[in-house]
């Protein structure tokens, strides 16, 4: 029997005043109540109770164990309530980390809404490019784009991540409108540098039927940094192939445009994902966030399974 149960008999046996009412009120016998009190007394080396047979008297050092062990008791009763409430209500300190370009552009706007509807719950928000480990760190939840590896996570896909091929109008007006992949050769190309792995991304342009196929450009500029490589292209510094939600507020005030339709990493498990510890118990905190920035994410065009891009009209569709 452990520590626990045999306290929580020692207390009834104190306040029932016999063994039979003790086994009663703990839904036992008055035999393994006895033997728990005498398990107790050895292990303290201590005698709790003057038993008779007609009568169970608990002694001053019992009395006085007693008192302790009723707080401690209430105690825990408390901090257990205390926690489940923390658990089963929104509320609490919510610790997000996020991609640098996700967190600037999706979800810092929307972080007034989520405390204005959960005004018990308080933000800590990291912003940066690092894969950290959010056990180790205490991270709530993440946002997070590309793959999930972690079998200690639980990865809750938002979004796939689709691509659009983005240029200014101006670079367009001055250096003319490629009409084929190869045609890229002669454009200049903004590359984007992956911090973990230093590696470049792909590119992946459109053949004559409408395959994106990697194809191998020359970058004539280089950065690490999306927003950057957004505003770059913006700049008129060359083509950029663009994360939806980098190319959105630059297609749509006109200062971006796309040449194809977006294209989809043949990757199955890419995309953007809320990431959290696996527990058997999901914080309220954490289950309403999620729950509000799906939400959210549906009212812009945009589910687990696609992204407004996929009606996002093209300047230059496919040779037919």
């Known amino acids: 029997m452990d520590k626990l149960r045999s306290l929580e008999i020692f207390i009834a046996t104190c306040d029932s005043g016999n063994f039979a009412a003790a086994a009663r009120t703990c839904n036992t016998d008055p035999s393994t109540v006895s033997k728990a009190i005498s398990r107790l007394e050895a292990q303290l080396g201590l005698t ?26 209430q105690d825990l009763d408390s901090c257990e309530d205390e926690l489940r409430h923390l658990n089963e209500s929104p509320c609490g300190t919510l610790r997000i980390n996020s991609a640098v370009c996700y967190g600037h552009l999706y979800l810092r706007p929307l972080l007034q809404a ?8 308080k933000l800590e ?3 940066n490019d690092f894969h950290v480990d959010i056990i180790e760190n205490d991270i709530d939840v993440a946002l997070r784009t590309g793959f999930v590896k972690d079998s200690r996570l639980v990865a809750r896909r938002l979004s796939p991540m689709d691509f659009l091929t983005c240029v200014s109008p101006h670079y367009l007006e001055t250096h003319g409108t490629p009409r084929s992949a190869e045609d890229f050769k002669q454009h200049s190309w903004i590359g984007f540098r ?7 991304q792909p590119i992946f342009l459109p053949n004559e039927r409408g395959e994106y196929l990697p194809y191998e450009l020359e970058r004539s500029h280089i950065t690490d940094d999306g927003e950057a490589m957004a505003h770059m292209c913006t700049d008129g510094l060359g083509f950029a192939q663009l994360p939806h939600f ?18 989809r990493p043949p990757q199955a498990d890419s995309g953007v994902f809320a990431i959290y510890p696996k527990r058997d118990y999901l914080p309220a905190k954490v289950r309403v966030f999620i729950e509000f ?14 992204t407004w891009a996929e009606n996002w009209v093209p300047v230059v569709d496919f040779p037919r």
């Open 48 to 73: 709790l109770f003057q038993r008779s047979t007609r009568q169970l008297r608990i002694t001053t050092a019992g009395q006085r164990y007693a008192d302790t062990v009723r707080k401690l008791l």
């Open 114 to 121: 989520f405390c204005q509807r959960y005004p018990e719950i």
């Open 125 to 127: 928000i990291e912003i």
């Open 194 to 200: 992956i911090k973990e792995t230093q590696q470049l």
């Open 246 to 263: 980098l190319a959105k507020n630059g297609l749509n005030s006109g200062a971006l445009v796309s040449l194809y339709p977006y294209f």
């Open 293 to 306: 920035m799906m939400s959210s994410l549906e009212s812009m065009g945009e589910s687990t399974n696609k």
